[in-house]
């Protein structure tokens, strides 16, 4: 069932871009103002306020999870993990982002590179205006980024069903939207990095795999090196390894533009398709169990 939820929602997600359209969280967002409004004093400002914030969600997804689960076969249960799997993701497909920046990355105009970067990276800070340095940070993004949108989402679907998905995408909006709010921002940035933790080392091991393995290795050395910790420390590790993989020569970032960051997403889909693949023989190893 799980296998096949992910198989229905990556391929409709692909097929079907709009989707994205209706990955809108506000909402969610509303409602943790909301519950902060209602519920507010020192101790909840601390993780006793995130998980205050986070629980009931995650207790009505799990919910509505068993509730599902006999109706029609499992039929209910497959649709109902298949929408909540796809809503999970993104919000913003990456495909589409690396299309958008690979157009403009030539532009005589910098604002529309910077523009489509920031899109990409998901950031409204200030970006390197040279194209080689504006390259180098957007092919790192790209395999960060992939985590943040697909992989990560599919970790812990794989493992809590759609309670893992709506674990995943609700604390990453968490510290992403109240990261600099006092001890509230800490609690949240430090939940979203536990849960980053495994599968950003995961799919830097399917990286190496599916890339230059020795120079992976290596960036994987240099990143833990660094003493990474928190989900600041996991994206370093997902950088410093998917560059190695890469194995770009340096004047790559120099000759052009696209060729970095197209390999990136290459990069990116062979490891989805080693993902996949292992959760096939692991629903087969199930099957026969």
């Known amino acids: 069932m799980t296998l096949i939820s ?47 914030v986070l629980l009931p969600v995650w207790g009505l997804i799990w919910s509505l999870q068993v509730w599902t689960d006999e109706w029609l076969f499992g039929l209910v249960k497959l649709v109902f993990s298949t929408a909540v799997f796809i809503y999970c993701l993104g919000p913003r497909d990456l495909a589409m982002d690396v299309d958008t920046w690979c157009e403009v990355c030539d532009s005589l105009h910098p604002a529309l590179r910077l523009r489509a970067a920031a899109q990409l990276l998901g950031v409204s800070d200030e970006l390197p205006e040279n194209v080689e340095d504006n390259t180098r940070s957007v092919t790192s993004g790209v395999l960060v980024q992939a985590n943040e949108r697909l992989f990560g989402v599919l970790f812990w679907f794989v493992l809590l069903g759609p309670l893992g998905a709506v674990m995943w995408r609700s604390s990453s909006l968490l510290q992403r939207h109240y990261r600099f709010d006092g001890e509230f921002g800490l609690a949240a940035g430090w939940l979203f990095g536990l849960l980053i933790w495994l599968p950003a080392r995961l799919l830097a091991l399917a990286y190496a795999l599916s890339g230059h393995f020795d120079a992976a290795l290596e960036g994987w050395k240099a990143a833990h090196h660094r003493s990474p910790v928190g989900s600041e420390g996991s994206e370093i590790v997902l950088a410093e390894t998917g560059m190695g993989a890469l194995g770009l020569a340096e004047d790559s970032f120099v000759r052009t533009c696209r060729e970095p960051v197209q390999a990136a997403m290459r990069l990116v889909w062979r490891s989805l398709v080693i993902c996949i693949v292992v959760i096939a023989l692991m629903t087969l190893v199930g099957w026969t169990s």
Request: no cysteine; aromatic share 18%; net charge positive.
């Open 6 to 52: 992910v198989l229905i929602g990556i391929a409709l997600d692909r097929l079907h871009t709009q989707l994205q359209e209706y990955r809108k969280y506000r909402g969610f967002l509303h409602y943790v103002d909301w519950m902060r409004y209602r519920f507010n004093g020192p101790l909840l400002d601390h993780f006793g306020g995130v998980m205050l």
